[in-house]
RNA sequence: GCCUAGGUGGUGGAACUGGUAGACACGCAGGACUUAAAAUCCUGUUCGCCUUAAAGCGAGUGCGGGUUCGAUUCCCGCCCUAGGUACCA
């Protein structure tokens, strides 16, 4: 028979289907191994030809580690709130539910299609009730946590209410918010029910804050920035401005110091570990304070510099700090108004790329320089954030780039601090030589200048030591429909949480999935929605990452309806082994789930301090796009012709995007395209060399620019098997390619040459029972350590390579001996699994064994060489080759090299300088 | 702007630790088989120069420099592209 893909496909697929092949059990006498996959998001676009990328690395590991004797748990599940279904359901009123359940089947039926190893019994959607429970479950517990700083981890808020009822709030070792009150014992039990509440609030590790959102007025709702473009909303264009909202929030800064300790003890990509680090941005310095001139406040900043203090010439505030309205001037109140209206309506993003353009407003007020006690300006500027630190700098033009720009644009004084500053162009931020102009520390060099400074400031009370973090706590809210609701009710307008046993609160539904007339996020539409009947539930739900900060532990125990997972299983399957995923989840996903894992352990329902010990990044599938050029006319306008690219600079043209579905090879089909759509029915052609060849260009994979591959379609025609390999073969994992289809005839036909070996000129299935020659032997013994050397360091893409030159080989040599042809199905099976189970099979082996046989032994004898062909280089530069025996050493090899005729040849009679001799890998000769 | 990665033939890529640049494929060109097509197989294919041919010469891994007997690989500077930048997931 020919090679079948179709019905060898189909027919292995029900088979695992049916005899639940890939379902894994809790608890087995081998190695336990768990490989994750970060779940999709099921959009209604269904999957594109990117998204498998990972899944198929990741399920050849699996199937590999199957054949290397471990109990792999490789589940799939769906990340299943979000944006997109939303969108959808303002559009056409479609219950998001509806649409998403749609999307899922459709996910489903494409996953399928791909021959995956899936655990399909454990599948998790995270908008499901029984799951969002857990999630729900979770919030509760960090709402009823605090982090106590002493023991370095978080505790129950009612260890921190003993607290306050036996020693009040002297000396408490707790992350909290700035404004937290000091009270005694005494003074806590005198305080009402109401401002226990509030004081605890502020250490919750969930907690209410105010910060700032993309608010649009016209639509009456928070954007994502994603919806912003240029200042205004995607939809409809309208003005977007910074409002302050009061959010739910995380306080992931409690976990900063952990975080980057963590990130010590994992295997991942060292460019992602490095992201995580700057993200959480760890800053040694100091806190100073600068009293206001007329003493009734001060501002305190955070520096990194305080070896420069002396050089402070003006104080920066962040627009939105809160000092800002109470110290502006009356004189200059017009002007500092009018600077903070200018500054919400730039994100925070455009606030610092912008760094070109200088602006600020002075306040009109001073405040005392601390050790020198001169009056220095207050400023504010749009540089400075008013998240960060404390949302105050002190301005070192000397030393600070920003600040030299804006010293120089205000006509602000610059003061030289170290003898070694060249300050005439630029700032000069080195740390050499010695102080000048800096009183205390003159003539010191850094390392003693900053000792001396803070044990000063320290002593005056006026600053400190201090540790900052750019990590900001996760705002936790969202003003959306399609998302966990928060399990909290108001009452007095302070948030309780309702009782653990009414998990999980159902999401309500609602007539429309817009916000209220009055502004609120679309949980206001719901109608009798009250806590007992009584009280306001929160109305914002929770953000995308809550679903997926903790779904790894669910896919270990998915139908537990007692607990998130049960304890058994978790002790089994501890940390995710290998999680593969795109590095767009760098600082997003990949630290929320550290955070809550992390929680989790503090809180005793897991045992990970990380959660992911090796995790690799794959790269994204960009789209191909290909154009064709429509001729326009003397006016400009587009007629109905169309020129081929080769000869398209004799015409004035428009490029248009033409679907890549109709284009083979960069080759316009004709008539599809006439078919495509209406107004190309009677269109015309400039042809060369008789056909019409299309532009083409790599952008994002997306529905519009008609760049999309559905694999589905590759599969119809090329198999499962073939889909799999190529894409493996396309490249490294970890790098970002453009998709195209055109090699995928290569990856097809070394299928059925394979299929081939294990057939005779008839198609009839032949093998042969004969000992097998010492050339087959080392083809197959390369290959089985050339698939286990990449396998383990996930180079799939020279895996295909190698196994395309074994079969070549194996075909040259009319190979068809079991002893060679049945282990190369083994090491070939996790790639292609179905044309391997099917010939596994044939080969007489029992059906379904395959995934569980074990991998191939590999023998280093039958690859040992006696001789090797020594490249011969003149100057770096290869000329020639020569065989010689392995048993020869360096001066032999040189002697035998300079011996031969070719050699002398090109020497010209001239005699080397130097000959390098590397023995079995090159002669370089220097003349 | 900042953080991170990448740039090698017409195309995807290979070269794993500083040692033959372009493996393996696609495409293209030529050929075999066939009534024909499909399928399959064979040969060639980095560019330029020279040559009837064999062979030979020169250049070449984004650009400019450096280290080295030898650099796609290491170092310095620059250009371009992609991802992230806290409410897309």
Known sequence: MDYQFKTIEKKWQQFWASNQTFKVNNTSDKPKYYVLDMFPYPSGAGLHVGHPLGYIASDVFSRYKRLRG??????????????????????????????????????????DNIGFSFDWSREIRTSDPSYYKWTQWIFMQLFNSFYNTDSDKAESVDQLIWIFETKGSKGIEAVCDEDVLEFTAEEWHHFSEEQKETELLKYRLAYLRESTVNWCPALGTVLANDEVKDGVSERGGYPVIQKKMMQWSMRITAYAERLLQGLDTVDWPEPLVEMQRNWIGKSIGASVKFALADGSDSIEVFTTRVDTIYGVSFLVLAPEHDLVPIITTNVQRAQVENYIEQTKKKSERDRMADTKTVTGAFTGSYAMHPLTGKQVPIWIADYVLAGYGTGAVMAVPSGDQRDYLFAKQFHLPIIKILDIQEIDEEADSRKEGVYINSELINGLSYQEAVSKLVSVLEERGIGKAKVNYRMRDAIFGRQR????????????????????????????????????????????????????????????????????????????????????????????????????????????????????????????????????????????????????????DEHGAGTNTFVSLGLKDQYKTTALHVDVNIVNNDILHLEKFRL??????????????????CGHEVEKMSKSKFNVVNPDDIIEQYGADTLRMYEMFLGPLEQSKPWNTNGIEGVHKFLRKFWRLFHDASSNFSVSDEIPTKAELKSLHKIIRKVEDDIERFSFNTSVSSFMICVNELTDLRCNKRAILQDLVIVLSPYAPHICEELWVLLGNEPGSLSYTSYPVFNPDYLIEDEFEYPISFNGKMRLKLNLSLSLEGIEIEQAVLANEDVQRYLDGKTPKKVIVVKGKIVNIVV
Do not use: C
């Open 676 to 693: 495509s759509r209406p107004e190309y029915a009677e269109a015309k052609f400039i042809l060369e060399d008789g056909k019409y060849v």
């Open 481 to 632: 429909y399609w998302g966990e609701p928060v399990p909290v009710y108001f009452k007095d307008g302070l948030p309780k949480l309702i009782k653990e046993n009414e998990l999980p609160l159902l999401l309500p539904e609602v007539d429309k999935y817009l916000p209220t007339e009055s502004g609120e996020p679309p949980l206001g539409r719901a109608t009798n929605w009250k806590y007992q009947g009584g009280y306001e539930y929160e109305l914002s739900t929770m953000p995308g990452w809550a679903g997926s900060s903790w779904y790894w532990y669910r896919y270990m125990d998915s139908h537990n309806s007692e607990a998130f997972a049960s304890k058994e299983a978790i002790d089994y399957w501890q940390a995710v082994d290998l999680y593969i995923g795109g590095s767009e989840h760098a600082t997003g996903h990949l630290l929320y789930s550290r955070f809550w894992n992390k929680f989790l352990k503090d809180i005793g329902k897991v045992k990970e301090e990380e959660p992911f010990q090796k995790l690799i990044n794959q790269g994204m599938i960009q789209g191909r796009s290909n154009f064709v050029y429509r001729v326009l």
């Open 70 to 111: 471990y109990n792999v748990l490789h589940p799939m599940g769906y990340d299943s709130f979000g944006l997109p279904a939303e969108q959808y359901a303002i559009q056409t009123g479609q219950h998001p539910a509806i649409t998403t359940e749609t999307n899922i089947k459709r996910y489903r039926e494409q996953l």
